[in-house]
């Protein structure tokens, strides 16, 4: 009986072309070999068509590769989506079951009849007119503001002094001064609540204000 040809046998194909790029690289080698022997440029020629074909068929394999490792990450993406969703259905029906026993437990409690007062009689009538008495305490007094008029400052020369223990504040750079030259733009208060309310001594002064 004649044997078939390995060549004609369909595994043969199968495995060449799974195994291509790796028979490109075989036949490159023998090129090279053949090439060492007789010294003919020709074999070289055949180097580049090779070459070019074994990269092609390992990028197929990268791409196939790349394509198996990005399926599973889409599949272990969608699991673990699909447990989120499951795990957030559990928790809504969770609170929803917690929401209705606590609706359910507060219209027990409406339902519930209040308790009922009675009102027993006292023997002595005196006592049952005489109510106790309640004292309320009086607000406290509001702390008196500092009087102006007790320590009112002078004028002399354009400038306003201030008076004994008293200092002009400026809001807007929460310095005090001791004269200014138009007290209207100052607040006037005692140098102990001023500096108690922020306001510290003026390193320098100017033209309409002096430390």
Known sequence: MKKTPINKKWWFWVLAIIFFPITCLVGVYLVIVNYRKTNNKLWLIAIIPLVLLSIIGFSGYASTINGKNNSSAKSSQVSSSSSSSKIKHSSSSSSSEASSSTSSSESSTS?????????????????????????????????????????????????????????????????????????GNYGYMSQSDAETSGYQLAPKGNEYAQP
């Open 111 to 183: 339902s519930a009849p209040a308790p009922s007062s009675t009102t027993i009689p006292s023997s002595d009538p005196v006592a049952a007119t005489v109510s106790p008495a309640v004292t309320v305490a009086p607000d406290p007094a509001p702390a008196a503001a500092p009087d102006p008029a007790n320590n009112s400052y002078t004028i002399s020369d354009g400038w306003s002094t201030a008076g004994n223990g008293m200092v002009f504040t400026k809001s807007t750079s929460r310095l005090y001064y001791s004269k200014v030259t138009n007290p």
